[in-house]
């Protein structure tokens, strides 16, 4: 930890100043400065947080387990009494990302509408959202192993896929039809 002086030696005017990148915050135009070696500092902490993650995850779950019926961690061993149709860790961390993904996606693209002041993007995000309801029906059949008793989940996935498939249609030719309504003015 760095011990505070009355003398920065950076206002020293013998020595080199340091290169500082400027960024600006899209949302509220304010601007900060970092040096070149806080730009470092601040990527090389993202390197080693992320290698650290990799690793921790590696040594909780082990390299070899796929499936979320056996789990090792700290080199112990649980077992859990799931069916054989269970989704591994791997499968679900796909299923929940892709989710999150998609609200990430709904999101920016009204963000995108609102401040290109086009209203059909906004449409575009409504239209969205019958994919993303599929998408809950399929992380909750599968959250309950694909259970008989609801496979009606699996109808409404399929419903709403085609819904979402025509509303994301009808949304993406609203946004062209704009685009060429102001062209031509």
């Known amino acids: ?7 920065s030696l950076s206002k020293i005017p013998l020595l080199p100043q340091p290169k500082r990148t400027q960024f600006t915050l899209p949302t509220t135009n304010s601007k900060f400065l970092l040096s070149a070696n806080q730009s470092s500092q601040i990527s090389s902490a993202a390197t080693i947080l992320g290698v650290t993650g990799i690793a921790l995850a590696t040594l909780m779950a082990g390299p070899a387990t796929a499936n979320a019926s056996e789990i090792t961690i700290m080199g112990s061993s649980l077992q859990f009494n799931e069916p054989s149709n269970a989704l591994s860790l791997p499968t679900w961390a796909i299923h929940v990302s892709s989710v999150v993904e998609w609200i990430t996606a709904m999101a920016l693209v009204w963000q995108y509408g609102e401040k290109s002041g086009n209203a059909s ?3 575009l995000s409504w239209g969205m ?53 102001s062209n031509n003015l």
């Open 129 to 181: 959202v019958p994919l993303l309801g599929g998408a809950f029906c399929a992380c909750t059949w599968h959250f309950f192993y694909n259970s008989e008793s609801l496979e009606v989940l699996v109808a409404l996935q399929a419903a709403l896929t085609v819904l979402g498939n025509a509303t994301m249609c009808i949304a993406a030719f609203r946004i062209y039809r704009s685009q060429e309504q």
């Open 121 to 123: 993007w906004k449409g």
């Open 1 to 7: 930890m760095a011990i505070p002086t009355l003398i």
